[in-house]
């Protein structure tokens, strides 16, 4: 064959091949396919990504939001158009179903974006919800393949079964000191389709780091952002003949533990619960570290001349306990009485 015809060939392959990929992208799919694998792995000539915004979602939902990440150094063209399937696993099979009326204006994805792509509408006319799989369909200009975002509505037993895979998760990661998730985790419980998931440190990192290890459910809640909270009730180290001190006066970076040592100096016994704080200083302020706020509601006692021990707990792996001055503080009383204060205890991480 010589050049020409070769080349002629060559353009032609290439004229039916980008025919044949507009056209598959147009279509509407309804051949079996029992692949559900959430996970768009990228191939090297297939760089766009899209992704629903969480794996799942609550029968009530109303609309997605879909994502997309275009990888490549080029702008990426597509359309607002869709496709919306539902997964028929007696019948092995994605069904389509109706869709939003959507204008046919271009979307174009910048280089290195990531964030959100459009809305796709889940109380159209015509749209039966089931508890089940869904998968929504896009195509771009520049990519080899029709592109899938997959999630699932759940009703009120998938949301208990949601909530078993947390426990069993934070069940399994207790004893894991490595394991950041599972030890930030205070409790779980459920309110309706809610999934209240209680972190030591509910700072929005470690709430995208529970969503990416244990579970990406649009309808969890780990409650309103705490933010830097100061002590503002005055502590004392030594008063009334009671004292309250550390093993050391310092302790390195990363220290987990802090032994404790509250003596009773004075006549009378004094009476506490399990309950403490850990507080840095910062600038003029004393800020509350990150910690288990959980406690056994039991009283105990210390009569006079004795000692009471507790290790106090910093929590590293929550906190940045960077150098600095530390204290450890405890609300106390004299059995009987009414008046209560905090004892307190100051050391210095290096």
Known sequence: MNRNRFLACFFLWGILVANGLLAGCMETHHQSNTSTDKNTHLASDDLIDISAEYDYYPLKTTKVVLQVTNHSKDICEGRQAY????????????????VDTVSDT?????????????????????????????RIGKCFVNSVKKHYAFFELVDSKGVLELRRRIDDYNRKGANDKTDTVAQNILMTYTQGDTIFVMLMNNDLRF???????????????????RGDIPLIQATYSDTLQIRMRTEHQSYPVGTETVSVTLTNHSKRTLFFGEDYGVVRKEGNQWILLNGNNSWLDIGIGVPSGKDYHFDACLYPIFNENCPGIYKVFKEISFIGGQKKWLMSAEFEIK
């Open 207 to 225: 709430q995208e780091m529970f969503r990416r290890k244990v579970l990406s459910y649009s309808s969890v809640s780990h409650g309103a952002f």
């Open 106 to 134: 271009p979307l174009l994805i910048p280089s290195g974006y990531k964030g959100v792509c459009q809305l796709v509408p889940l109380d159209i006319t015509g749209l039966k919800k089931r508890v089940g799989k869904y």
């Open 83 to 98: 496709t919306l399937e539902y997964y028929d696993e007696d019948q092995n099979m994605w069904e389509a179903l109706p």
